[in-house]
Nanobody, 121 residues
Framework: QVHLVESGGGLVQAGDSLRLSCTDSGRTFSQHNVAWFRQAPGKERDFVAIISSYGGITNYADSVKGRFTISRDNAKNTLYLQMNSLKPEDTGVYSC??????????????WGQGTQVTVSS
């Protein structure tokens, strides 16, 4: 089974950096592609970034390319999202997801509870 727990969210100012973590307490983390999604207030959940099971392939939403970096440490069962040059439009609940591939959240069977990121201007 996969049980994902995010951490690292908070309130920051525009231009600041933040690193999110997502830890899986299960034993199959390394077998799954994992992704970050975010949901702004009143909006649908959007794809942010994805990394393949052993980290060889990554993909990013255009809105975060060059600012965000997704990575993983399979020995620690942990997924990361390094977010630099944050903008107010990056505000939202960030959730990690596992077991799928692509931009659509419906393709992922496993989800964490989410962590709030708020970027003030």
């Amino acid at each position: 089974q996969v049980h994902l727990v995010e951490s690292g969210g908070g309130l920051v100012q525009a231009g600041d950096s933040l690193r999110l973590s997502c830890t899986d307490s299960g034993r199959t983390f390394s077998q799954h592609n994992v992704a970050w999604f975010r949901q702004a207030p009143g909006k649908e959940r959007d794809f942010v970034a994805i990394i393949s099971s052993y980290g060889g392939i990554t993909n990013y939403a255009d809105s975060v390319k060059g600012r965000f970096t997704i990575s993983r440490d399979n020995a620690k069962n942990t997924l990361y999202l390094q977010m630099n040059s944050l903008k107010p439009e990056d505000t939202g609940v960030y959730s990690c997801a596992a077991g799928g591939w692509g931009l659509e959240s419906s393709r992922y069977p496993y989800w964490g509870q989410g962590t709030q990121v708020t970027v003030s201007s």
